[in-house]
Nanobody, 124 residues
Framework: VQLQASGGGFVQAGGSLNLSCAVS????????MGWFRQAPGKEREFVGGFRWGASDTDDYADSVKGRFAISRDNAKRTGYLQMNSLKPEDTAVYYC?????????????????WGHGTLVTVSS
């Protein structure tokens, strides 16, 4: 399973960015996708996640609820993270990850496959 994340960049506070993550390879090995971020000097933290084909499983970290939204294109096996009302504290490298679980885990250790990160910088 390979993941390719894209869409990061530089934005002013209050702005928006949309990240995408395309999954390829043996996709039957993964039924969940998670979005994580890691700021300098901090641990990697859960941002949001979902199970493919189950829209009622979307989960978000409290810090992004109401500002970030997950979506997916099941046919293209691509997940999206729409980030609105961005704050300087959202600055981090964002990663997408895949795994196979019956739920959407928030621990990075539950995910087997990781894409290269994409940098999001929010200026004040």
């Amino acid at each position: 399973v390979q993941l390719q994340a894209s869409g990061g960049g530089f934005v002013q506070a209050g702005g928006s960015l949309n990240l995408s993550c395309a999954v390829s390879g043996l996709t039957y090995g993964s039924n969940i996708m998670g979005w994580f971020r890691q700021a300098p000097g901090k641990e990697r933290e859960f941002v949001g996640g979902f199970r493919w084909g189950a829209s009622d499983t979307d989960d978000y970290a409290d810090s992004v609820k109401g500002r970030f939204a997950i979506s997916r294109d099941n046919a293209k096996r691509t997940g999206y993270l729409q980030m609105n009302s961005l704050k300087p504290e959202d600055t981090a490298v964002y990663y997408c990850a895949a795994g196979r679980r019956l739920w959407v885990p928030q621990r990075p250790q539950e995910y087997s496959y990781w894409g290269h990160g994409t940098l999001v910088t929010v200026s004040s």
